[in-house]
């Protein structure tokens, strides 16, 4: 399986195509230090979605940023992309292997002990723990984690799996990104922080530089 670079997952979501084009915003993230992309869409229809897959994973090219799709392993699959990030409700871990083989990249969401346990049982290549903090960007009918419950999950899934990337998700900005790193993360997914911004490029940069002075001084 792969290694993942999980220290800043792009999340370009397809709501942000009612203002600007999905591409341009994946390259713009990817040239300026993302290290994933990942596209989301809930409301388009499956030929609309391999259709902007398929520009997100042009957009990228020459970038070396690999990207994922969001629930869909067809549309992944057809479009070309890295691979997948999975949710709860959407096909197993495993099946999702078997159909993608061993060079994809195969993420998991996790939110309760019930998902950390289905992660550590799956061959995956990383997880991402949250909302750690209130979000704006999707409904989330789950209370947040905080710092304490994201250090939890996170100590679950290393003991079974020392070596898998961890990453935080939900209501991070740059100045959350030293506290998210106190408490272990390897990286951080974001929308807003980054596509929300008046310039997409500075905000991320911003991003990566916080994380890298967090987790520098981390390892002293």
Partial sequence: M???????NAL??????DNTNLADLARVAALNRATLIQY?????????MIE???????????????????????VALAAGAAGVHLGRDDMDAATAR?????????????KNEEDAETAIASPIDYACIGGVYETLSKHN???PLGLEGFARLRATLLAAKPNLPVGAIAGINAQRAADVVA?????????????????????TGELRACEEKALAEASR
């Fill in 40 to 48: 989301r869409d809930k409301t388009s229809s499956t030929r609309e």
């Fill in 183 to 203: 408490v272990g993360v390897d990286g951080v997914a974001v929308i807003s922080t980054i596509f929300a911004a008046v310039g997409p490029a500075a905000a």
């Fill in 98 to 110: 078997s159909i993608m083989g061993d060079a994809a990249i195969i993420g998991l969401t996790v």
């Fill in 141 to 143: 009918p789950d209370p």
């Fill in 52 to 74: 902007q897959a398929r520009a997100i994973g042009a957009g990228l090219a020459g970038t070396g940023v690999p990207f994922v799709v969001n629930d869909r392993v067809d």
């Fill in 2 to 8: 792969p290694e993942v670079d999980y220290r800043l």
């Fill in 12 to 17: 370009v979501d397809a709501r942000l195509g």
